[in-house]
């Protein structure tokens, strides 16, 4: 089954920016979509991004959009996210997760934690 690896999160202040990876490895012929989520405390798991995984149009949150940037390396097998101008409301565990169709997302990563400080 594919399997998902998120790195590269941290601590960062207010108007810094990070750049979130996530791994992917096995069968990845079968991936259709990637997207990026993330969860707040108390509050539920978001969407935040997605990326064909063959070619297309991103899509993007409202609340992400001109700041973040999904991008994907198919010969490293690697989405990338690149986060600027980041806010305290920015603060979440981010998860990528792999959809092998458009209705769903079948396979998620173990996240990784963004903290904006202000």
């Known amino acids: 089954q594919v399997q998902l690896v998120e790195s590269g999160g941290g601590l960062v202040q207010a108007g810094g920016s990070l750049r979130l990876s996530c791994a992917v490895s096995?069968?990845?012929?079968?991936?259709?979509?990637v997207g990026w989520f993330r969860q707040a405390p108390g509050k539920e798991r978001e969407f935040v991004a997605r990326i064909p995984w063959s070619g297309g149009s991103t899509s993007y949150a409202d609340s992400v959009k001109g700041r973040f940037t999904i991008s994907r390396d198919n010969v490293k097998n690697t989405v990338y996210l690149q986060m600027n101008s980041l806010k305290p409301e920015d603060t979440a565990v981010y998860y990528c997760?792999?959809?092998?169709?458009?209705?769903?997302?079948?396979?998620w990563g173990q996240g990784t934690q963004v903290t904006v400080s202000s």
């Open positions: 096995e069968r990845t012929f079968t991936i259709y979509r």
């Open positions: 997760a792999a959809g092998l169709t458009m209705s769903t997302y079948h396979y």
